[in-house]
């Protein structure tokens, strides 16, 4: 029966469950809930675009239906239709299990099954997290703005979180091949150009995009987020990092968590236009992997740096930061962590700083534990004659 007054509504099941709602041979009433704000359903599985739900400003979704589905590929399209009916919706967190394992099916899926970032979500848009949705991604040409209007007249531009998982939320373009035909390439470009519509943006968050290397950008773009605080990105390619952040300038960012895969044992250091000047930035977690030697992780003694730990802590402003933990040992030298960690001596660099965490290989030549407490001692010495917090420690695992 109608629920005309309902403003909050949770439905789950312990396991997925499937059901049928027949439209043909129920009321529109029936399904319909004027003054629902908040939905959240969990397990289940049923044509989500049937519900009347025009008011809603929350909606919480996790679709755990695994192949067979009577959705089957449509149910991102099931929600995307849900999502397109709701224009006050304000925070959406959509979680299709079937989606995230993008082996199960065409990858080149029906453009009416993806959902789109740029028509699909309304002025009052503020949080998004899509996790296993297949993703359009509009084409760069399409970004052209009235300068005398600005970005705050986009659709996105009170986004404050975005959360994308799973590959079939990678940024993808068409690209003019070599022989003149046309292939699906990966591209930072449409992520970037998304972000450029999101002056108000407080929280990134990326992952599992390991799968593809993106191009370079063809465009050099500058891109200010003067609000953004939080960037999380876990089990990306490396790429994208280094591609990302030659374009973003952020100033308040506090916290920086990286999961980054490499191809091979490339360079994956700062590109020349951006220096690691973030004066704000609080907690530094950095996890970086790429060829594996014999099948087990050791610190290399000399040769090229794909990760220059001392360059960045030399050469960046840390006024702020409280804890920092690497776990790199297949793209980092012996001697660049020990010079990284010989330039923790003196806090002046790094005053606030009260943690590292280091994650050293099983196997190799792990570093002198002496020597560290000698250090640590030292820094916390100097710390305390200076009036600051000595209270410096240094915690090592094994990274197995």
């Not at 149910?75 to 397109?84: C, D, M, V, Y």
């Not at 967190?93 to 979500?121: C, I, N, T, Y």
Request: hydrophobic share 40%; proline share 7%.
């Amino acid at each position: 029966m109608p629920c005309p007054r309902l403003r909050c509504l949770k439905l789950g099941a312990l396991e997925p469950t499937e059901l049928s709602l027949p439209r043909a041979n129920l009321p529109a009433d029936r399904i319909r809930f004027p003054l629902l704000r908040s939905l959240s359903l969990n397990n289940l599985c049923f044509a989500f675009s049937a519900l009347n739900v025009r008011g809603l400003t929350d909606l919480a979704l996790y679709h755990s239906c695994s192949d067979p589905c009577q959705l089957g590929c449509a149910g991102g399209n099931e929600i995307r239709q849900l999502i397109l009916h709701c224009p006050s919706l304000q925070r959406v967190a959509a979680v299709w299990e079937f989606g995230q394992d993008f082996s199960s099916f065409d990858k080149d899926l029906d453009p009416e099954h993806r959902l789109s970032l740029q028509h699909l979500l309304g002025h009052a848009i503020r949080e998004v997290s899509f996790d296993g949705l297949p993703v359009a991604w509009p084409a760069p040409a399409s970004f052209k703005f009235d300068p005398t209007r600005g970005l705050h007249q986009s659709n996105m531009s009170g986004l404050t979180s975005l959360e994308l998982t799973g590959r079939v939320t990678v940024p993808e373009v068409w690209s003019k091949a070599g022989d003149g035909g046309w292939s699906i390439v990966t591209s930072v470009e449409p992520l970037l150009h998304v972000l450029q519509c999101c002056p108000h943006l407080t929280d990134l968050n990326l992952a599992y995009w390991t799968q593809s290397m993106p191009e370079e950008p063809a465009n050099s773009l500058v891109i200010f987020l003067p609000n953004l605080y939080n960037i999380a990105m876990e089990h990306m390619h490396a790429d994208f990092f280094k591609y990302l952040f030659t374009a973003l300038r952020v100033p308040r960012l506090q916290s920086l968590n990286l999961s980054l895969h490499a191809d091979e044992l490339e360079p994956i250091w700062t590109p020349s236009l951006w220096t690691w000047n973030f004066p704000e930035l609080q907690w530094l977690e950095i996890e970086l992997h790429g060829q594996l030697f014999h099948g087990q992780l050791t610190f290399q003694e000399t040769g090229a740096v794909p990760f220059p730990l001392q360059d960045i802590l030399r050469g960046g402003t840390w006024t702020n930061l409280q804890s920092i933990t690497v776990a790199c040992v297949d793209c980092i030298t012996k001697n660049e962590m020990l010079g990284a960690l010989g330039l923790l001596r003196n806090p002046a660099r790094t005053p606030r700083l009260g943690l590292v965490t280091i994650y050293e290989p099983e196997y190799g030549n792990p570093v002198d534990r002496e020597w560290l407490a000698a250090l640590i001692a030292e820094r916390n010495t100097i710390s305390w004659a200076s009036g600051l917090s000595s209270d410096f420690t240094v915690r090592i695992f094994l990274q197995i």
